[in-house]
């Protein structure tokens, strides 16, 4: 499996936080598949920076990527999203939408693809249906609009930009790179803080 991380600038770090850690670090994945392989994907190959200041170069340029059943591409938030200059790869997510991928896509990111009129015939959510409305003149799917954290909706996930964490368990639930138990009790010691989760954790990965 591939994680596609489209990486610009702006990017807010937090909204990726929970996930990618994980997807990465490994440590809570089933132990009989092989750790998914992370590609940064970028509009081109010049570095970008963060909100929180990181420096990031992306491994590929979108009119590198090729996704295969399975794959996950990872669309975080980012002021970034609203100068019009990432059409390259909300053309790439039209074109992939309805094949066998997962497509994630939080707080920014969803601004753009409704815009782009890639929300208007399935639910979703993302920041706040007023504000979608009057950012994207090109949005007509109020129909479809959830006034959720999350939305999981056949292969797209969308959250708004204070929901991180839904975020990150919707991704690994619909991806199944932890087992359910697993990731019920990570999910709930980071939601509730509670210690039980932890040792819960603890003993489902003996």
């Known amino acids: 499996m591939n994680v596609f991380l489209y990486v610009l600038d702006t990017l807010a770090d937090w909204e990726i936080g929970f996930l990618m850690p994980e997807i990465n670090g490994g440590r809570y994945l089933k132990k009989n598949i092989e750790k998914p392989k992370i590609v940064k994907v970028g509009k081109n190959l010049n570095p970008i920076k963060t909100m929180g200041g990181i420096e990031i170069t992306p491994d590929i340029g979108v009119q ?5 059943k399975d794959d996950l591409l990872i669309l975080p938030g980012a002021d970034a999203w609203l100068n019009g200059n990432n059409d390259e790869i909300l053309n790439f997510v039209k074109d992939n939408i309805e094949k066998n991928v997962t497509i994630a896509a939080i ?6 693809m409704a815009n782009y009129g890639l929300l208007d015939g399935i639910k979703h959510t993302s920041n706040n249906l007023g504000f979608l409305k009057m950012a994207c003149p090109n949005y007509k799917g109020e129909k479809n609009y959830c006034d959720q954290p999350v939305v999981s909706e056949n292969n797209l996930i969308t ?3 204070i929901a991180p964490l839904e975020f990150a368990y919707e991704v690994i639930k619909k991806t199944n790179i932890m087992e359910n138990g697993v990731v019920e009790a990570w999910y709930n010691l980071y939601k509730t ?3 039980k989760y932890f040792l819960e954790l603890m003993e489902l990965l003996k």
């Open 159 to 161: 959250a708004t930009g």
């Open 193 to 195: 803080k509670e210690g």
């Open 107 to 112: 707080c920014g990111a969803t601004i753009a």
């Open 64 to 68: 590198k990527m090729e996704m295969h």
